[in-house]
């Protein structure tokens, strides 16, 4: 019972420690840095270069949602099999809850790999081309940066909101 203690204490500590930094990170990047580089742009671009491009920023907070799935599957996994069945932990409010949480928190992990992550690499390079021309951007490239910011903060919110979702499905999974 010792190491069983000890197990969900680990997998407690790693999911709920990356979980607020995923959130977190989602939530700062969303509703304060882009808004306040758009809001200053073209003297933001530099920043969101720096944040995305040499700090991989996009790369790390996907990273930290996927500890933060890995750490929350265990404990899935560890407390489904205190249940009779798979069936009978679903349809528990406490497995149905936490269920619910985990396919929210899927989804937004979903957004950021397939959605914001090659929207933002295609943002820097299309950043580095016009900074490597010396000119300004032509007609197309800004139309298509354009584009691609507007995917970008869709995405973000989007994600952000099932984030959000997910952390007050687990929060009162064990109350319902």
């Given amino acids: 019972m010792l190491a069983d203690g000890a197990y969900m204490l680990v997998f ?8 607020v930094l995923w959130v977190g990170s989602v939530f700062l990047l969303s509703v304060f840095v882009a808004p306040g580089a758009a809001a200053i742009a073209p003297a933001g671009a530099p920043l ?21 799935v ?15 069945s798979f069936g009978d932990w ?20 979903g957004i950021g790999g ?18 490597a021309s010396g000119a300004p951007p032509t007609p197309e490239v800004a ?10 903060k869709v995405a973000a919110r989007v994600a952000l909101w099932f984030l959000l979702f997910a952390v007050l499905a687990m929060s009162v999974a064990r109350y319902l």
Avoid at 12 to 19: E, F, K, L, P
Avoid at 70 to 83: A, K
């Fill in 114 to 131: 397939s959605i914001t992550r090659p929207n933002a690499r295609r943002m820097l390079a299309l950043g580095a081309q016009v900074a």
């Fill in 90 to 109: 679903l349809t528990s409010r406490f497995g149905g809850a936490l269920t619910i949480g985990m396919v929210s928190a899927l989804i937004a992990l």
């Fill in 12 to 19: 407690r500590i790693v999911h709920i420690t990356a979980g």
């Fill in 70 to 84: 890995v750490g929350g599957l265990f404990l899935y996994w560890h407390d489904w099999h205190l249940f009779p």
């Fill in 48 to 68: 969101m270069a720096e944040l995305l491009g040499k700090r991989r920023l996009v790369d790390r907070i996907i990273g930290l949602g996927a500890v933060t």
């Fill in 143 to 152: 139309a298509e940066l354009s584009a691609i910011q507007g995917r970008l």
